[in-house]
């Protein structure tokens, strides 16, 4: 090939980046990727390693204004137009006053638009009007009670909720317990379920979630891709997921035909003659009714899990 002919191809198309900042322990860079359109580029730093298990300490070690300025001062060589701070606890741990603070504190070292995690969580609830909410965490009992008030201050009720209790290895829980905690904490009337921390795997399990439930459903990462994208003016990319596609919100007309097809016929309460007892249809759940959740350890008392 003629070296001539490369200069066809026109070069590598221009980048936009955004700056992620991600707690030590961060595994699921490529999870972020996959919302993220190719004219896009993410550039990923981590704040220093810290010998702490996930807890409170360890949110407000990872969130610090002295840790968020070295890091980001390690991105501004990249110069992504938006930086995001990719980490719930340590971004809802100080309340709505202490998130701000987090990002006036990364756009007076960056010198660009900054957003959280949790600030880009409170961001979708709005965009989805959603002020009844049901809750997943990974967390342990606290780290979840100090999310809720959070919520709370910001107006949103937490009316539903399942949390495992981790300490560490969050991003090895699979999909299969996220399913099963969402199904726990969604039993009552909600506006969206949310699944709280970005080292919890969550991409391919919005849709179907979404599918079974019929409600918004958005999780951590996902809040925080689409909230800095927003602020590039550009959008997430990603399988049919509400906060994405305002088509595949309840009440759209879109939703409204989904709806209508997903509708089951009509079954008869008498089976036919001489067809046995037994072809009568199961109620929903199965034939005993909604299952329990059945994740890596029962409900507490308390409505989480262990």
Known sequence: MDVTSFSSLGGPHPQRGVGVVAPFDFALDRELWRWVPDEVSLHLTRTPYVPVEVSL????????????????????AAEPEVLAYAC?????????????????????????????TSGALLEALDELDA???ALV??????VTQSLEEYLAEAGVSVVGRAYLGLTRHIWKVPYRDVADMARQAASGPVDALFISCTNLPTYDVIPQ????????VISANQVT????????????VGPYQALINAGARPGSAEYGAL???????????????????DSLPDPPGGPAGPAEPTGPAGPTAEGGWT
Do not use: K, N
């Not at 965490?137 to 606290?142: A, C, I």
């Open 225 to 236: 891709m689409w909230s800095s994208l927003r602020r590039l003016g550009t959008r997430a």
């Open 209 to 216: 979630l979404e599918a079974e439930l019929r409600m918004p």
């Open 131 to 133: 002020r009844r909410i």
């Open 259 to 277: 709806d209508a097809l997903a509708e089951p016929p009509v079954s008869p309460a008498v089976p036919p003659a001489g067809a046995p007892s």
């Open 57 to 76: 300490d360890l949110a407000r070690l990872v969130s610090e204004h002295e840790t968020l300025a070295e890091a980001v001062r390690a991105l501004t």
């Open 88 to 116: 719930t606890s340590g971004s809802f741990v100080g309340g709505i006053a202490g998130e701000r603070a987090m990002c006036e504190a990364m756009s007076r070292e960056g010198s660009v638009a900054s957003v959280t």
């Open 137 to 142: 965490t990974p967390y342990t009992w606290s």
